[in-house]
């Protein structure tokens, strides 16, 4: 593969991601039949974290000399871990089905899931979408990007799983906190 279909790769790779995480935002938003306004802007700052995390990524590969290998093999595997983790958090988000909302909500009917991944994991979504920043930071070829990526990402995602975790308990109760007792917010068996 020449440098120039790699590149011609990335850019399809990043705009399939940045696609389909939009079109979550406009599909997945709650109803008025949902209770609302829970999120205490946690969406908002994620976007916000997002936009200057990755600005930055890109701005310190082009400008330092930090890089992590041979430009291909390394841009190909970032490229597969983005791509890994889109796919990932659609299992995810399938697997909660219509309980599935891109803001912090409970909706009408809404049942508290702990089978498939969710059994091991209570965010696998945003361990998904992780794994989608990681691979941006390798992508880039930059020892700077990953952290400049990945860090400000996992803190404002961490922010909204403490939102999201406190909403459930006030609606579920012992269900939910023995759920956190048997299972990990991110990666399984450590965190």
Known sequence: MTTN???YVSLLVYMYWM????????KLRSKDTDKR???????????ITLS???AAGFYLASTTSFRIGDFKPVRITGLFLIVLGVQLRFMAISRLGKMFTVDVTIRKDHALNT??????LRHPSYSASLISFLGLGVALNNWLSI???FVPVLISFIYRMNVEEKLLQEQFGDEYRNYMKRSHRLLPFVY
């Open 5 to 7: 279909n790699l590149n």
């Open 19 to 26: 696609i389909t995480e939009v079109s979550l935002v406009i």
């Open 37 to 47: 306004d829970m999120d205490k802007n946690s969406m908002r700052m994620i976007w």
């Open 52 to 54: 200057i995390a990755i």
């Open 115 to 120: 089978s498939g991944m969710y059994k091991y």
């Open 147 to 149: 952290p400049v990526i």
